[in-house]
């Protein structure tokens, strides 16, 4: 390979760096705009906090491989306690995409809804290798901390979508928005239609991993 050639590699590598960048940014901020405007309309909780970024970098601090957005949110009496966190998460790589038994490729979209904020320098992210005791899965899709909760300040959960099924404001709508507020609700993974969802990641206990991400799988069933 000649130096011009490697130097021109170099230089579309940093572009390429640099675009996904700003798509992943320009996605939360589409994804913000809805959520704020569906917490606007709901009878039970408001934004208590701004929206707040984290990511993480590679071994060598080279590549962003993860980014995460969150927002608290409380009751509409709550003044400045966040009792509740609304939490998004891009995994490009690493183990918030997948374990060494699932060897996943497919970037992931992680969606939750926690008592704290996404701190990966506390290692306070979604993975697919949860082994929390108490844990449940429900119907592959859903994480649940807390499946017996019906008020949503007492619910802990998440799901995962393939980053490659979010394409357009109907997908953040139907995929993402829809689903938080519809589980908040309390209506539960069949309410919020979470094994419809064209994208949504199932997920199967692992032997070795707690859970790892069900290859082939992420078709809605027939």
């Known amino acids: 390979?000649?130096?011009?050639?490697?130097?021109?590699?170099?230089?579309?590598?940093?572009?390429?760096?640099?675009?996904?960048?700003?798509?992943?940014?320009?996605?939360?901020?589409?994804?913000?705009?809805?959520?704020?405007?569906?917490?606007?309309?709901?009878?039970?909780?408001?934004?208590?906090?701004?929206?707040?970024?984290?990511?993480?970098?590679?071994?060598?601090?080279?590549?962003?491989?993860?980014?995460?957005c969150y927002?608290?949110?409380?009751?509409?009496?709550?003044?400045?306690?966040?009792?509740?966190?609304?939490?998004?998460?891009?995994?490009l790589a690493g183990d918030g995409m997948s374990t060494k038994e699932d060897?996943?490729?497919?970037?992931?979209?992680?969606?939750?809804?926690?008592?704290?904020?996404?701190?990966?320098?506390?290692?306070?992210?979604?993975?697919?290798?949860?082994?929390?005791?108490?844990?449940?899965?429900?119907?592959e899709v859903l994480f649940n901390w807390n499946p017996e909760a019906e008020p949503w300040v007492d619910q802990e959960w998440g799901y995962s979508l393939l980053l490659t099924s979010i394409n357009d404001l109907d997908d953040i709508r139907k995929k993402i928005v829809n689903p938080i507020f519809a589980l908040i609700q309390g209506q539960g993974v069949e309410g919020a239609k979470l094994v419809d969802i064209e994208g949504i990641v199932r997920y199967e206990p692992s032997q070795d991993y707690g859970f790892r991400v069900k290859m082939r799988q992420c078709e809605p069933e027939s």
């Open 103 to 139: 060897n996943n490729q497919e970037p992931l979209l992680h969606v939750m809804f926690w008592d704290g904020y996404v701190v990966f320098t506390d290692e306070y992210y979604m993975v697919p290798s949860w082994d929390d005791e108490g844990l449940k899965l429900q119907d």
């Open 1 to 68: 390979m000649s130096e011009i050639s490697i130097g021109t590699s170099i230089k579309k590598s940093v572009e390429l760096i640099e675009n996904v960048g700003r798509e992943v940014e320009s996605l939360f901020q589409m994804i913000q705009h809805e959520i704020n405007n569906a917490i606007e309309e709901h009878a039970v909780v408001k934004s208590i906090d701004d929206w707040e970024y984290d990511w993480r970098s590679d071994d060598n601090d080279w590549v962003v491989k993860d980014y995460a």
């Open 71 to 91: 927002l608290g949110i409380g009751g509409r009496k709550d003044k400045t306690v966040p009792k509740r966190y609304i939490c998004l998460q891009v995994s």
